[in-house]
Structure formats: structure tokens, C-alpha cells
């Protein structure tokens, strides 16, 4: 399954539609997009924390949720309101502070319903922190008629 946006679509995409995600401030990066996958980063400062100096169950999440969001995205388009329908998450180890590393795998990219797997893990070694799957729901195509009547999709 081929992309269909380059990550500086995307990161303009995300930093116009989701300034609290991808702003600046934010420390939220698209890093990388293949064939059925894509890699995102969090640079975890001071607000990802919880008390005892651990990365957040909720920065955690949004990183799944934003990674498997973008993973879709690359492989379909810029659809704003795809949306999250279902997402599991197990929390294996205590991530330290830093930079995480998500991969998000696209399992299953329906007309209707994408499947997508997330994977975090620390940059510095690699160890998957946490793994997350999400399904989300892809809006449907609105439908016209050309001036031969035919049905052209936008």
C-alpha cells in the first residue's frame, strides 16, 4: 500500500488542522512514511510528565491515536474528519523522559474503516514502552456527476 502524501504535506496539513498537536510547542514530529507505515517522534518535556518523572498515560495515547491518524492520512489523503472509533493501549514499561518513537502499521485500509498498529518505544533503546491499536472511521467520498453523467468521486 503506496502513500499518497509526502511528510511535508502532512506536517503542513497537521500545523494548520491541529496547532495543539503539531505546533511548535508541541513536541510532536512526523518523521516518516513507507509503504503501509509511519513513524512519528515526542520529545517529552516537563508537561508529558506525571509525578515520579514518567512519561503520561494520556501523552502516551495521543501519540498512539495522532500516529495511527497520520498513518492513515499518508495513505489516503488529507481527511480531516477521519475519526477514532475504538483504541486499546497497553502500557508495558515506565518510558522515561526523552524522545519516543511511534510506528504506526496500517493492518486493514477499508472504503469505510482503517485498522491501524502503534508501537512506542524510547529512542534510546529501542524498547517497546507501550502498543496500542486503534480503528478508526474514514468519512465517505461525496459523489458528482460530470456533464456525461458520469459519477466522478472528489
Known sequence: MKPVMHVEELRRFLSEGFPQVMGPESGFSVEAIGEGFVTMKLVAAERHLR???????????????????????????????????????????????????????????????????????????GTTVCHAVATYSIPPTREAKDGAGNIAVK
Do not use: W
Not at 495515547?61 to 489523503?77: E, K, M, N, R
Not at 519516543?100 to 518505544?121: F, N, Y
Open 51 to 125: 509525578p515520579g518523572g514518567t512519561v503520561s498515560g494520556p501523552t502516551l495515547f495521543t501519540l498512539a491515536d495522532v500516529s495511527a491518524y497520520v498513518a492513515i492520512l499518508a495513505h489516503i489523503g488529507p481527511v480531516a474528519l477521519a475519526v477514532t472509533t475504538n483504541m486499546s493501549i497497553n502500557f508495558l514499561i515506565k518510558p522515561p523522559p526523552g524522545t519516543l518513537e511511534a510506528r504506526a502499521s496500517i493492518l486493514k485500509l477499508g472504503k469505510r474503516l482503517a485498522v491501524v498498529e502503534v508501537a512506542i518505544s524510547g529512542e534510546d533503546d
